[in-house]
């Protein structure tokens, strides 16, 4: 069974960090990339970063460089979103997704994820 379990979200003012985990079960990770979504109320899922666990190479979206950076433990079973300079627009909902069909025009795409965390609130607000 594959599971993905994120934590860290929480409460932040304008300006603070936080940092995101997604433990990740049942999957190969040496076949997999794991992305970062956020959805804001109202609003569609979007994707903020990704990782490819095989080689690395990681991708972001505008909105996120210079300020996210995601990375993997030595394991690759842990995947992390280090979030600094937060914004109120930062706020979402945010989910880890698991996939084998991700690549750097395609990784921002939820339709290719087959599996997701049940997401983390992530609220920057003063």
């Known amino acids: 069974e594959v599971l993905l379990v994120e934590s860290g979200g929480g409460l932040v003012q304008p300006g603070g960090s936080l940092r995101l985990s997604c433990a990740a079960s049942?999957?190969?990770?040496?076949?997999?990339?794991i992305s970062w979504f956020r959805q804001a109320p109202g609003k569609e899922r979007e994707g903020v970063s990704s990782i490819s666990l095989p080689d690395g190479s990681t991708y972001y979206a505008d909105s996120a460089k210079g300020r996210f950076t995601i990375s993997s433990g030595n394991a690759k079973d842990i995947t992390y979103l280090e979030m600094n300079s937060l914004k109120p627009e930062d706020t979402a909902v945010y989910y880890c997704?698991?996939?084998?069909?991700?690549?750097?025009?395609?990784?921002?795409?939820?339709?290719?994820?087959?599996?997701w965390g049940q997401g983390t609130q992530v609220t920057v607000s003063s």
């Open positions: 997704a698991a996939s084998v069909w991700v690549y750097s025009t395609s990784w921002h795409m939820p339709d290719l994820y087959n599996y």
């Open positions: 049942g999957i190969t990770f040496d076949e997999y990339s």
